[in-house]
């Protein structure tokens, strides 16, 4: 059995990713969550397709969390660009810094992959609509920047262990 932890579980792409895997996988996939639970009461998360629920901030993760688990799916983040201007530091703090250390800690753990959200926003305004991993990144929020930053720091780690993919929905 693959286990697998989201974090960001309760948000909506978590949500609709559980409910995928648990549809296409079955009894193959064992799904961890891990959610500060923000948005508890709201309509899209009801839908529970979690094996294991933590209610925790992704900037506690720790060690233990990743115990036994085989692949990490990072969607914890604030999620968007007014809110990010609105608290630069604490988007900072989450987007980045947290996931930096999750990154890292996935890699400590042995964990086969770490599927990072990342986002088209660090694209800016600029040119062509059509980007591509080589287009020009042009961060303009604090948001973007953490996603870039995100990105980037997964080159500094020794990636032996871990594959890290970041996909810029």
């Keep these: 059995m693959i286990k697998i932890l989201i974090t960001g579980n309760k948000g909506y792409i978590g949500v609709q990713l559980s409910k995928y895997l648990k549809k296409k996988y079955k ?15 709201c309509e899209f998360h009801k839908q529970n397709n979690i094996d294991k629920q933590i209610f925790a901030d992704v900037r506690k993760i ?23 201007n609105l608290f630069e530091k604490v ?8 996931t930096k250390r999750l990154a890292e800690i996935s890699n400590q753990n042995d964990i086969k992959k770490f599927i990072f959200a ?3 926003s660090v694209y800016g305004i600029q040119g062509k609509l059509k980007k591509n991993e080589n287009s020009k990144l042009a961060p303009l929020t604090a948001y973007a920047k953490s996603k ?7 080159d500094k780690i020794d990636s032996s262990k871990t594959k890290y993919v970041s996909l810029r929905f």
């Design 91 to 98: 988007t900072h703090d989450i987007n980045f810094k947290a």
């Design 148 to 154: 870039i930053l995100s990105e980037k720091s997964f």
């Design 27 to 41: 009894k193959k996939v064992y799904l961890i969550g891990l959610d500060l639970n923000l948005f508890k009461g």
């Design 62 to 84: 720790n060690k233990k969390h990743l115990k036994n688990v085989d692949h990490v799916v990072h969607l914890a983040a604030i999620s968007n660009d007014p809110m990010g």
């Design 118 to 120: 990342s986002s088209c």
